[in-house]
């Protein structure tokens, strides 16, 4: 499986950015698939995921209400839509995808290769 994330840039604090992470490869829509960041200097951290169907989301609390994480299982994509972005969101924005639905387990077991969200205050 091959997950290519993109869609990062520079935003102002306030802000949005939507993320976007196609698979290819030995794929299927029947998995949960997240998203997760890394912040200069601070270990990998979970952001969002998001059952197959889309029936069951989980977010971390420092987004909640401010991103939302969706899937269009036609395309194999997973997007990551950032609302009222703030400085501490920058970071190396990772997309991940598991072998199996269980969607609100944090560990997993493909991953793309990241692309980068700078906020400026």
């Known amino acids: 499986v091959q997950l290519q994330a993109s869609g990062g840039g520079l935003v102002q604090a306030g802000g949005s950015l939507r993320l976007s992470c196609a698979a290819s490869?030995?794929?299927?829509?029947?998995?949960?698939r997240a998203w997760f960041r890394q912040a200069p200097g601070k270990e990998r951290e979970f952001v969002a995921a998001?059952?197959?169907?889309?029936?069951?989301?989980k977010y971390a609390d420092s987004v909640k209400g401010r991103f939302t994480i969706s899937r269009d299982n036609a395309k194999n994509t997973l997007y990551l839509q950032m609302n009222s972005l703030k400085p501490e969101d920058t970071a190396v924005y990772y997309c991940?995808?598991?072998?199996?639905?269980?969607?609100?387990?944090?560990?997993?077991?493909?991953w793309g290769q990241g692309t980068e969200v700078t906020v400026s205050s």
């Open positions: 991940a995808a598991r072998r199996d639905n269980i969607w609100y387990l944090e560990e997993y077991d493909y």
């Open positions: 490869g030995r794929t299927s829509s029947r998995n949960a």
């Open positions: 998001i059952s197959y169907n889309g029936g069951g989301t």
